[in-house]
């Protein structure tokens, strides 16, 4: 079975440009997380979504950071115009939201902004 | 308040040894989930082991299990019989069923080197 899909890779870009990144969660889990990875603050909860709605975005940094789930399997993390404080490591997991609700990771985007 | 604690910012162990990482944690839920994942350098994150808080006994998966003490609010992750390839960075993490709704705490993690 396929894992959770992230993409891109890698990402470079400067400062002032749009970045979005792309999420395919497992087919048939029901919640999607965004997550963002740094040496200074660790891994850090951006939004979640269950069932296509957002539930909680309290983590999300400001503005410039929107995310959409338009279906069960896509979802968007967009950074608009990015800073180079957003350089990160930025990871989508999902789960079923039932039994132990363990969370699956993909292999993240690691977005660099000049 | 930190959440998750993780002491230990770095560890050695020898090559097919045990090696305990340490996990505290802080919560006034009284149902809540505790997970450990692996990173290596690849930068992936890997689940290894669940336990849950009404669970009696540790869990355990292959080579790793959970020494989970309830009281003491301490969940450590222990690695049987260690490997080169064990060598990666470890999360733990919490899952509060009411208070965080679904959202993963994690702690900053131990980075685990084994030896040959």
């Known amino acids: 079975d396929a894992g959770v899909i992230q993409s891109p890779r890698h990402e470079v870009t400067e400062m002032g440009q749009e970045v979005t990144l792309r999420c395919k969660p497992i087919?048939?889990?029901?919640?999607l997380f965004w997550y963002r990875q740094t040496m200074m603050r660790g891994l850090e909860l951006l939004i979640y979504?269950?069932?296509?709605?957002?539930?909680?975005d309290s983590g999300m940094p400001e503005d410039r950071f929107s995310a959409k789930m338009p279906n069960a399997s896509f979802s968007t993390l967009k950074i608009q115009p990015s800073e180079p404080r957003d350089s990160a490591v930025y990871f989508c997991?999902?789960?079923?939201?039932?039994?132990?609700?363990?969370?699956?990771f993909g292999p993240g985007t690691r977005l660099t902004v000049l | 308040a930190q959440k998750i604690t993780q002491t230990q910012p770095g560890m050695f162990v020898q090559e097919k040894e045990a090696v305990t990482l340490d996990c505290t944690y802080d919560?006034?839920?009284?149902?809540?989930?505790l997970f450990w994942y692996k990173q290596p350098s690849s930068g992936e994150m890997i689940f290894l082991i669940y336990?849950?808080?009404?669970?009696?006994q540790n869990a355990t998966e292959g080579r790793y299990s959970l020494n989970f003490q309830k009281a003491r609010k301490s969940a450590n992750l222990v690695i049987s019989a260690s490997q080169l390839g064990d060598s990666a960075m470890y999360f733990c993490?919490?899952?509060?069923?009411?208070?965080?709704?679904?959202?993963?705490?994690f702690g900053q993690g131990t980075e685990l080197s084994v030896k040959p």
């Open positions: 997991a999902s789960t079923t939201g039932t039994g132990t609700d363990t969370q699956y």
């Open positions: 087919s048939g889990h029901n919640s």
């Open positions: 979504f269950n069932n296509n709605v957002p539930i909680d």
């Open positions: 919560t006034s839920d009284q149902s809540y989930g």
């Open positions: 336990q849950g808080s009404y669970d009696e």
């Open positions: 993490a919490m899952r509060e069923w009411y208070n965080q709704g679904g959202k993963l705490i």
